[in-house]
């Protein structure tokens, strides 16, 4: 996958729009109040897809690649070029369309990639943090809500977090399940502030039944509780985080875990290298969301 090329001709942007949607899934409808829209959810999701290609994540910048673009309007179904302010609004209310994407194609790539015989159903689980867009806005500016003068630009959205491996964090954190054998490819996708612990993320997406329950699920030890252990067994699959393993390093229960790293890692490091994507493109939570999980819908769809 080579959406990290610049620029992106015309055709290969037409190309790249017309293979994800062959692959969208139409949500079950839903009765609304008021005017129909005048778009459809669709069109705004591969818009988001767009900007990802071209790294264009600017409302204006898209209107006006609209503006230019008769071909590509077409393609993503608009009739006519819409108002930055309606960009903008759709833009971030498609963060759930998004991530019903990927979880709607989840199951069925479980369908239809069969694992080896000597290899079980097996998934990994997995957070990143994206770092937020502007300056830093300390702790106990934060808690009176205030600002400081000369301060700039700051994404008021966003949360700190701590990890062991990068220190803390400004920003939004994407949670990842991927499949394992043959291949590390998303499963399940969500962004959510960044002070929501990765566990609770697992534990509100199995109570709603929305993340594929595998065989084997690999976790770190954020997904170790004792309670997610069981509900996860509940649901007929087995959690295995590193407060389970024994304590010999041998073990075939090691060798196993091992399968982690190799793979729920490795896809978070293909999908920056993709797509681009280390840290937010834009301010927002949902705005920033529905760029991230259209590059993992994307990235998804090309398996």
Known sequence: MATNLTPVSPDALLKIVEQVKEYYMEPPSQRRRGRPRTFSRLAF?????????LRTFKPQELATLLTKD????????????PHRRTIERRLDATLPEAEAQVQALGPQLLDEVEPGPDEPQASA?????????????HKRDREQDRVPAG???VD????????????????Y???????????????????????????TVLEQALAADQVPVTDL??????FGGADLVATYAQQGGWLLTPQQLPTNPKSWQRDLYAYRRETIELLFQRLI?????????TKGLARTGTFVIASVWLYQGDF
């Open 151 to 153: 301060l700039r630009n």
């Open 125 to 137: 689980i997995d957070g990143r943090m994206y770092q937020a867009q502007g300056p830093r806005w």
């Open 173 to 199: 954190r994407l949670v990842l399940q991927c499949l394992i054998f043959p291949a590390p490819v998303p499963l399940f996708a969500r962004w959510c502030p960044n002070a929501m612990g990765e566990s």
């Open 217 to 222: 699920l690999l976790g770190d030890a954020t």
């Open 45 to 53: 999701l591969l818009l988001a897809v767009v900007g990802v290609v």
């Open 70 to 81: 008769v071909r590509l309007r077409q393609a993503l179904g608009l009739s006519r070029v």
């Open 273 to 281: 290298q993709a797509c681009d994507l280390k840290t937010c493109p």
């Open 156 to 171: 008021t959205e966003s949360a700190w977090s701590k990890s062991g491996y990068r220190g803390w964090v400004q920003g």
